[in-house]
T-cell receptor
Framework: AQSVAQPEDQVNVAEGNPLTVKCTYSVSGNPYLFWYVQYPNRGLQFLLKYITGDNLVKGSYGFEAEFNKSQTSFHLKKPSALVSDSALYFC??????????????FGKGTTLSVSS | GAGVSQSPSNKVTEKGKDVELRCDPI?????LYWYRQSLGQGLEFLIYFQGNSAPDKSGLPSDRFSAERTGGSVSTLTIQRTQQEDSAVYLC?????????????FGPGTRLTVL
């Protein structure tokens, strides 16, 4: 069965420092991987996705993520954090062999807090 | 263009009452999803519509939950005889088609509180 784990409930980082939000997945084949961000009282916003090709994926707001097949990870990164990056981040996975095209499987989310 | 919209934004109801939650997907998106977000539980898939195909109801937690999608556009999620454990934020998402590589676009959600 497909699953996603976000091992950290919360990540704290100082503004200007690099940030990493961790995600590991379990899918039988090659996965499609997504990151979403949720600001308070808002819906989820798409940040980036990995489908195929380069392992390093660049997305919105300066975020990037690296697909590591051997470690089954897709960690979200940003070189220099901003206070405005403080939000709830969700990693999600989909098995491309799933012909039913059903929903994404989401992790439980990681709260990122960036201090000034 | 307009994003996914949901109404109402907040709904407070009494235990045992029925509620209807509405979702307007992005125009042209054929796939529509409902999720439930509970505190500390992440996002839980409820139901998926793709065009005129039969919906995937595999995520509905009980037979008190049902959903319709009329004309391949607007969707309504109905919860009958609400229980306190139904309290959550209900999120709707749409995507361009059933391609599993397409990202989903989410609405702002409906916060349901069952007293």
């Amino acid at each position: 069965a497909q699953s996603v784990a976000q091992p950290e409930d919360q990540v704290n980082v100082a503004e200007g420092n690099p940030l990493t939000v961790k995600c590991t997945y379990s899918v039988s084949g090659n996965p499609y991987l997504f990151w979403y961000v949720q600001y308070p009282n808002r819906g989820l916003q798409f940040l980036l996705k990995y489908i195929t090709g380069d392992n390093l994926v660049k997305g919105s707001y300066g975020f990037e993520a690296e697909f590591n097949k051997s470690q089954t990870s897709f960690h979200l990164k940003k070189p220099s954090a901003l206070v405005s990056d403080s939000a709830l981040y969700f990693c999600a996975v989909r098995d491309p062999r799933d012909q039913a095209g059903t929903a994404l499987i989401f992790g439980k989310g990681t709260t990122l807090s960036v201090s000034s | 263009g307009a994003g996914v919209s949901q109404s109402p934004s907040n709904k407070v109801t009494e235990k045992g009452k029925d509620v209807e939650l509405r979702c307007d997907p992005i125009s042209g998106h054929t796939a529509l999803y409902w999720y439930r977000q509970s505190l500390g539980q992440g996002l839980e898939f409820l139901i998926y519509f793709q065009g005129n195909s039969a919906p995937d109801k595999s995520g509905l937690p009980s037979d008190r939950f049902s959903a319709e999608r009329t004309g391949g556009s607007v969707s309504t999620l109905t919860i009958q005889r609400t229980q306190q454990e139904d309290s959550a934020v209900y999120l709707c998402a749409s995507s361009f088609d059933r391609g599993s590589y397409n990202e989903q676009f989410f609405g702002p959600g409906t916060r349901l509180t069952v007293l």
